[in-house]
């Protein structure tokens, strides 16, 4: 059975680097990875900010965010 990790991210350059350098690295037999656009998603920044992400890009995996470089803090995407 796979774990689900969530790839939150705004579509900048920053964002979409990080997202094809980190989140497509990650084993798939392992993770399931979601990957969430919040510009195209407002709905679920509340998510990403109850998840702890401060910035984005982020990944969440395990419960923990881990955050990427800097494109945007969450602020900004509300």
Not at 9 to 29: F, K, L, S
Not at 30 to 51: D, K, T
Not at 56 to 62: D, Q
Request: charged residues 20%; proline residues 6%; aromatic residues 6%.
């Amino acid at each position: 059975m796979t774990e689900k990790a969530i790839f939150y991210h705004a579509g900048c350059g920053v964002c979409v680097d990080a997202e094809q350098a980190v989140a497509d690295a990650i084993d798939p037999a392992r993770y399931n990875v979601e990957s969430v656009h919040l510009g195209e998603a407002p709905g679920r920044v509340a998510e990403a900010e109850a998840a702890g992400v401060k910035s984005v890009p982020a990944l969440v995996l395990g419960g923990l965010p881990y955050h990427i470089n800097f494109g945007a803090p969450l602020d900004a995407l509300k």
